[in-house]
């Protein structure tokens, strides 16, 4: 088994948590690195057998995971399994995966795992509808899914353009419409964390959780638990998101609304009150995420339709 990690300035405790338990299986690893401070790169530098790579700057996920998918490759492998670099899998992680993926169908281009943010009272999971051990999903996050090389290759490799955000949406989407099928192993978790986030005052999450449990509606229940935390707003994440968001329902027009799902809406003007408002009510710098939210949306408007199509 060979697996890949993007490496951008991590908490480094948990990605050591996540290597340790690789490292007992033996597996390869293949670093990316789009960023990494002097403790860091010690630490990628001491682990036996792994490979990193590195362009000596940030080039964003997709180019980062299109990097790792042809060292894999060149490699002779079949399979790769991605990580954030604040993933940490479960006891049995690898052992299903890889016992799974030797008896897959040829029309399986990826599995994935249930994927839990411990951290959240209500976290987004809580809206999936699992059924049985396994099922057949649209969608999957890169990190912790198995993904099959020839699939990777087929439907052409991540969007380079996105650099970060949706990256995986696009990828999942442009996967089923052209045949394949994502397996998502319900009994088997990673432990994922999203978003930079803290926990206000203990009083304030009890508060919040109450409500949460009171709610009918699961998805808006998932969106109002978001208040029971500080959440560090990225200028530049808010720009990415807002603009990939409209470049991505315009390449891929013709197979319906892509990206609305992660924000808990179905489309735009959903998209515009789950993540837009909350951005800049909640974002630290105001003025920056507002004038970032603008620049994204407009970015997105100007970039000529046929240009998206021959990107698709």
Known sequence: MLCGIVIFNPELNRLKANIKKLQKENVKIVFFVNGCDSECDRYINTIKNAVVLTQGKNVGIATALNEIFECAQKMGEEWVLTFDQDSIISDEFLLQMTKRAENADESIACICPKVIDKRRIFPANKIVNYEGDEQYVQMCITSGSYTRISAWMQVGKFDDYLFIDLVDN?????????????????CVELNQEFGNIEPRSKETVERIKSLCDIVQNKKLAVNISKLAYKKKVSPLRVYYTN?????????????????Y????????????????????????????????????????????????????
């Open 170 to 186: 696009d990828f999942c989407k442009r996967l089923i419409q052209s045949g394949w099928k994502i397996l998502r192993l319900n």
């Open 243 to 259: 603009r990939n968001i409209i470049y991505l329902n315009k390449k891929l027009k013709k197979y319906g609304g892509i990206g």
């Open 261 to 312: 799902e992660s924000y808990s809406s179905k489309s735009y003007a959903g998209f515009i009150a789950s993540f837009i408002l909350p951005s800049i009510l909640r974002a630290q710098d105001k003025r920056a995420v507002l004038k970032s939210t603008i620049t994204g949306i407009r970015d997105g408007i100007k970039l000529n339709p046929e240009e998206w199509i021959k990107r698709g």
